[in-house]
């Protein structure tokens, strides 16, 4: 492990004997530390990150709480030694120059209290599923003609709070204002990743990075993102503490956060079995919001419960 560690990679890891090679793999040479938080498993990950810390000496293995991720990463942002931190998924991989991109915004702009860069969906069965910045049509509209590194402005929190634009395993933040904001609100249980970018938003400057850092992998078996009414009600009780100050930087903000849970709320009609109420969700979050998107969902929506009557 190197003495003065400019990085800090931080991951979380439950049940993922086989996911982590491919995604230690993926951070590549560099002065870094790697922490990985065993988050009480059952399967063989600690053979695995026992074996991989052999053959990498920057490699650390904390035994975790057993009480989800947002506790283990703060664990490891606890014991960081770095002055950044960088988030990884045990699932997801890093892309080549994603890492050195992101330091050298950090030092060009030292106050950054984080940045983030776009991230791709990959299915498990390895489809392409598009880019993050693609899906979110607001904020890839604004930032069309944005330099490839730049500061979201003045409105940076309801820049994040209109779109979920952010992906953790994009995100690389100071330490010390990791430290300062206390981290992951564990208690959330869902969405606590955008409550955390929101705080760290209020704070100081995020800076944006637009390549695609990170593969990200979608609808992994037993993910605690698949729980569609948890994260809806997550969804709503966050945007409730920052809503004041979103509509105070852009009020367009809050239609946008409005629709995106109502949208929320529609996926978790349909994991009821509520095809019905499902598809008022979706349309009013489409006259809150409208664009293509919204309206293909409706109307598949208004199918599925068309069958189902």
Not at 146 to 170: C, H, W
Not at 299 to 304: E, G, N, S
């Amino acid at each position: 492990m190197p003495h003065d560690p400019v990085l800090s990679v931080v991951i979380p890891a439950r049940n993922v004997a086989g996911y982590l090679p491919a995604s230690i793999g993926s951070i590549g040479p560099g002065r870094y530390e790697i922490l990985v938080v065993d988050d009480g498993s059952t399967d063989a990950t600690p053979q695995v990150l026992a074996e991989l810390a052999a053959a990498d000496p920057r490699l650390r293995v904390l035994p975790g709480p057993a009480q989800g991720p947002s506790a283990a990463r703060n664990l490891a942002i606890a014991a960081a030694r770095a002055p950044l931190v960088a988030f990884l998924d045990a699932d997801d991989a890093w892309r080549p120059g994603k890492v050195s991109a992101q330091l050298a915004v950090h030092r060009a702009i030292p106050a950054l209290g984080f940045s983030f860069t776009d991230y791709r969906h990959v299915s498990p069965e390895g489809e392409d599923r598009g880019t993050c910045f693609e899906y979110w049509p607001g904020f890839a509209a604004r930032h069309a003609r944005s330099p490839r590194a730049f500061r979201l402005g003045q409105d940076a929190l309801a820049q994040i709070f209109a779109e979920n634009v952010v992906g953790t395993s994009t995100v690389m933040a100071r330490t010390q204002a990791l430290r300062d904001v206390q981290g992951f609100n564990a208690h959330l249980g869902n969405a606590e990743d955008w409550d955390l970018w929101l705080r760290l938003a209020a704070a100081a400057p995020v800076g944006c990075l637009k390549l695609v850092g990170t593969d990200y992998l979608m609808h992994r078996p037993g993910n605690i993102s698949n729980d569609a009414p948890r994260r809806a009600a997550a969804l709503r009780e966050v945007a409730g503490c920052y809503r004041d100050m979103a509509r105070a930087q852009n009020p367009a903000a809050v239609r946008r956060c409005d629709a995106r849970l109502l949208a929320a709320e529609a996926e978790a009609r349909i994991a009821a079995g509520q095809p019905w109420r499902a598809t008022l969700k979706q349309c009013r979050a489409l006259l809150r919001q409208p664009h293509a998107r919204a309206a293909k969902h409706a109307a598949a929506m208004l199918l599925r419960a068309l069958r189902a009557a």
